[in-house]
């Protein structure tokens, strides 16, 4: 499986879109980047998934680069309920194993 | 409502003194996987399952022990807990993983103190 890489936290301001980054420079062609989630000690919460095109949810817009290392998730109008870790992580088609990381640590201030 | 229930949502235990924690859905998925989470270490996968009879193993899954007798329910088993294993728990299941695009439903989590 591809590996992650994110930046450990970051901040932004409410009514700002948040982006968030995350590296993925091994990739192969048939995995999928998925983000997910999670607020304080919750469970991860799906936000969107993508494989080559960029990709729109209610929640979130995912942006992948034409040659696929890297990803951006874009929160268009970020809350103070969005404060969360979020999480990169990449799957092949027919792999078993998630790998999560460590993720992001988004900061939302008022 | 789809969801995944684990309990007891809390424990605390002595070392060496069995525990299961279960795990049920309802949402006929496949596939069902035990993450356990640390400070500092994100989520670690420890067992996982394709389907009825068939786990695997993670990537920490020493100390532990799983089953899927049936296709709702994917117990953790601790037959000897160590002080080590103290940490939050995640159970997470979804459709079939080889069907290409999946989503994972998590688990509300347990939390674990072995004193």
């Known amino acids: 499986d591809a590996k992650t890489t994110q930046p450990p936290s970051m901040d932004c301001a409410e009514g700002r879109a948040a982006n968030l980054p995350c590296n993925h420079s091994?990739?192969?062609?048939?995995?999928?980047v998925y983000w997910y989630r999670q607020i304080h000690s919750q469970g991860p919460q799906y936000i969107i998934h993508?494989?080559?095109n960029n990709e729109t949810n209610e929640m979130a817009s995912l942006i992948i680069t034409e040659d696929r290392k890297s990803s951006t998730l874009i929160l268009p109008h970020a809350t103070l309920r969005d404060t969360a870790v979020y999480y990169c992580?990449?799957?092949?088609?027919?792999?078993?194993?998630?790998?999560f990381g460590t993720g992001t640590r988004l900061q939302v201030f008022p | 409502e789809a969801q995944v229930t684990q309990n007891p949502r809390y424990l605390i235990t002595v070392t060496g003194k069995k525990l299961t924690v279960t795990c049920s859905q309802n949402?006929?998925?496949?596939?069902m996987s035990w993450y356990r989470q640390d400070p500092g270490l994100g989520l670690r996968q420890i067992y996982y399952?394709?389907?009825?009879?068939?786990?695997d193993k993670g990537d920490v899954p020493e100390g532990y022990k799983v089953s899927r007798k049936e296709k709702r329910n994917f117990p953790l088993i601790l037959e000897s807990p160590s002080p080590n294993q103290t940490s939050l728990y995640f159970c997470?299941?979804?459709?079939?993983?080889?069907?290409?695009?999946?989503?994972?439903?998590f688990g509300a989590g347990s939390r674990l103190t072995v004193l």
């Open positions: 997470a299941s979804s459709g079939r993983m080889s069907s290409g695009a999946n989503v994972l439903t």
């Open positions: 091994t990739i192969s062609g048939n995995e999928y």
């Open positions: 993508g494989l080559k």
């Open positions: 992580i990449v799957r092949g088609y027919n792999t078993d194993k998630l790998i």
């Open positions: 949402m006929n998925h496949e596939y």
């Open positions: 399952s394709m389907n009825v009879e068939v786990t």
